[in-house]
Nanobody, 126 residues
Framework: VQLQASGGGLVQAGGSLRLSCAAS????????MGWFRQAPGKEREFVAG????????YYSDSVKGRFTISRDNAKTTVSLQMTSLKPEDTAVYSC????????????????????WGQGTLVTVSS
């Protein structure tokens, strides 16, 4: 499956941004989806994930309550709505797809994901 993230940009602290990831090539509903981010000089970290049918979601503690992940299987897209952004949210955000029976549990580790898209840069100014 091919993934393409978009929607990044420059936003002030406290602002909002919505990222989108378009998928193509395989049956989208067969994959759990996730968002990861990598800040300069830091390791990539899990941000949010969603199960194959969208019934389960999982967030890192750092974004819980501020970010919302959603998916539209008919449109083969997954989105990340980000609110109350902080300068520490500045990073390159990438979407990823995980094969497997992820119906109730959401994958949250790098090696659980099989396909990765190119990232989109989010910069939050203070």
């Amino acid at each position: 499956v091919q993934l393409q993230a978009s929607g990044g940009g420059l936003v002030q602290a406290g602002g909002s941004l919505r990222l989108s990831c378009a998928a193509s090539g395989r049956t989208f509903s067969n994959y759990a989806m996730g968002w990861f981010r990598q800040a300069p000089g830091k390791e990539r970290e899990f941000v949010a994930g969603i199960s194959r049918n969208g019934g389960s979601t999982y967030y890192s503690d750092s974004v819980k309550g501020r970010f919302t992940i959603s998916r539209d299987n008919a449109k083969t897209t997954v989105s990340l709505q980000m609110t109350s952004l902080k300068p520490e949210d500045t990073a390159v955000y990438s979407c990823a797809a995980a094969r497997g029976q992820w119906r109730l549990v959401v994958p949250s580790k790098d090696d659980e994901y099989d396909f990765w898209g190119q990232g989109t840069l989010v910069t939050v100014s203070s």
